[in-house]
């Protein structure tokens, strides 16, 4: 189940805001633009595909990125060795 905390890390991902509980009363947008009740509402169903998304995108990150290290002869653990 989504938190408050997600919904608006999804939707003003830069942050700016303070929120206590999962109500958009418990929202304070201190260095934000505002957003409405009804969208901090409707973000609650929409935050599983947001977090699958992400997931999608680093997974995807670091297949390319081990790609780039084995054309190169290295793999993650050569990097490790080498204390990067």
């Known amino acids: 189940m989504a938190t408050g905390r997600e919904v608006l890390e999804m939707l003003i991902p830069q942050g700016g805001w ?8 418990g929202i304070e947008f201190v260095d934000c633009e505002s957003i409405t009740k009804a969208k901090f509402e409707a973000g609650f169903s ?3 595909a947001w977090k ?3 997931n999608t995108a680093k997974a995807e990150a670091k297949t390319s990125a081990q790609a ?5 002869g290295l ?3 050569d990097l ?3 204390g990067l």
């Open 18 to 25: 303070i929120i206590s509980g999962d109500d958009y009363e």
């Open 80 to 82: 490790a060795a080498l």
């Open 75 to 77: 793999t993650v653990e």
């Open 52 to 54: 699958a998304e992400q």
């Open 46 to 48: 929409q935050v599983d």
């Open 68 to 72: 780039k290290l084995a054309a190169l």
